[in-house]
Structures are given as C-alpha cells and as structure tokens.
C-alpha cells in the first residue's frame, strides 16, 4: 500500500472510532432516559 | 437527551472537519517523511487528549478519596473511558505511520511499550469497576487510578531516557528540536480542537455517568419500597 493509503486509513479510522465514541455515548443516554421514565411511570 | 445530540452532534463533526481541512489541506508536507507525517497533528493531539483525561482521573480519583463525592467518582470514570479512546486512536495511528516510515507495525521500544501498558492500566480501571461487585468498587479504582497515573510521567520522558525508535522529543527536546513554522502553527491549531474535543466528550461522559447513577439509586429506591410494602 502507498504512504497515501495509510493516511487515508489513519483518518478514517480516527473518524470511525470519534463518531462512533459519540453516537455510543448518545444512544446510551437515550437508553438512561427511557429507562427512568419507565421507572416513573412504575410508581 | 435530543437537546445534547443536538449540540454535541454539529459540535464533534465541526471540530473533526476543521481539523482534518488543516492537517490534510493547510498544513505544508514535510520534507523527508513526505504525505504520511500528516498522521502527525491527529496523532500527537489524541496522545495530549489521552494523558490529559488521565490527569482528569487521577486528580478526581484523589478527590474521591478525600471527600467520598459521586461527582468527583463520575468525573473520573468518564475521563478514564474517554482517556482510553483517544490513547487507542493515539496507538493505531501509531503502527499505521509506523509502516511506511519504519518498515514495521510495531517495536517493543520504550515509548510504544509504556503506552501500550498506559492504555491496558486504564482499560483495567474500567474493567474492574465494570465487573467488580460490592460498596467498595469506587475507592479501590480510585486507588488503582492513583497509583495507574505513575505511568504517565513515564511515557512523557521515555523518550528522554532511552534511545528509542520512536523519534526524539519535537518540543521540549533541547537544541536541534522544534518545528518549521507552517507545521507548528496547524500542530497548535489541531492541539486546541483536539482539547476542545477531549472536553466535550469528558462532559457528554459525565452527564451519562450522572444520569446511569441517579438510575441506579432510583432502582435501589424502588426495590427497598416493593421490599417495604
């Protein structure tokens, strides 16, 4: 592979892992906040 | 929940735009190492992230054991996890600039073996509050972060005290170090995003911790008053 390509690579792959981080952290929250309204709502 | 998408969303995509326009675009290519040294600015600046949640760790973790305050326990777990990210960045980019520039992927030298230890110490850190159970989960991680953080002093200046592979400090790094003025500037600029970045992502962490603790206490609430009734 070419120099280009592993920078290329190093780039994406930053990406993938800083946007994916985000969107786990996100849905997790999401998944938090249905949780406790489901609890409210149990009361 | 949509209110914090809605700003860290644009927010992290801004900040991933405007740093990859610099460092792939605006920044001069270096002389030797041509294309490829662009790994450089995501790569240094996911390092500086990483040790710098560390620092955030440890000196919630000290906090912890003083005060015994959540806060201070959330604040720690969150910059221990969000540590653990970009320092995997920091070693994949790592072994991909590696390649080309080296001929290999991987060296056991100094640098690259006290952060790899460095990433698997705080791996550990979240594994064990992950699966150990019982009240005292949070001081002995705290301890264990205290104790984890010596690591860090040591990947700064293993490149100062052993002849590496891993090229000699560029700042800091005494006479014949430094930077050509166009790469420093885009270093600079790429350092403080990365900064800006490494602090959103601490605070969206923090606010789930907080958030999964306050549902953990709900819970506890709710099973002691079915216990009760």
Redesign the interface.
């Known amino acids: 592979m070419s120099s280009i390509g592993f920078l290329k690579i190093a780039y994406i792959l930053a990406w993938v892992v800083y946007v994916g981080y985000l969107g786990r952290i996100l849905l997790r929250m999401k998944k938090v906040e249905e949780e406790m309204k489901e609890l409210e709502r149990g009361k | ?1 949509k209110k ?2 809605i700003i ?2 644009p927010l ?2 801004l900040l ?1 735009v405007v740093s ?1 326009y610099l ?2 675009a605006v920044a001069p290519t270096e002389a030797t ?4 040294q ?2 450089f600015y ?2 240094v600046s ?1 390092g500086w992230v990483g040790m710098f949640c560390f620092f955030i760790n440890f000196v919630a973790s000290i906090w912890y054991l003083w005060k015994r305050s959540p806060a201070s326990d959330a604040l720690a777990v969150a910059s221990a996890e969000v540590g653990v ?1 970009f320092c ?2 920091l070693l ?2 790592g072994t ?2 590696a ?2 520039v080296w001929g290999i992927w991987w060296t056991w030298d100094a640098r690259l073996t006290t952060t790899l230890v460095l990433w698997l110490i705080y791996v550990s850190y979240l594994v064990l509050r992950r699966f150990s159970a019982g009240g005292q989960t949070q001081v002995l991680a705290a301890a264990f972060a205290v104790f984890g953080f010596a690591d860090v002093p040591i990947v700064y200046m293993s490149i100062r005290w052993f002849r590496t592979q891993h090229p000699s400090p560029v700042i800091g790094g005494g006479e014949g170090s430094g930077m050509a003025p166009g790469i420093a500037h885009v270093f600079l600029a790429t350092l403080a995003i990365f900064t800006v ?1 490494g602090i959103l ?1 601490i605070w ?2 923090y ?2 911790e907080t ?2 603790q ?2 953990e206490s ?2 506890a609430q ?1 099973a002691l008053k079915g216990v009760s009734q």
């Open positions: 929940m914090l998408a860290s969303v992290v995509l991933l990859s460092a792939l190492m041509g294309d490829v662009r790994i995501y790569h996911s990210v995997a960045v994949i980019l991909l600039w390649r080309p970045l992502y969206l962490r606010k789930l958030a999964e306050a549902l709900a819970h709710a």
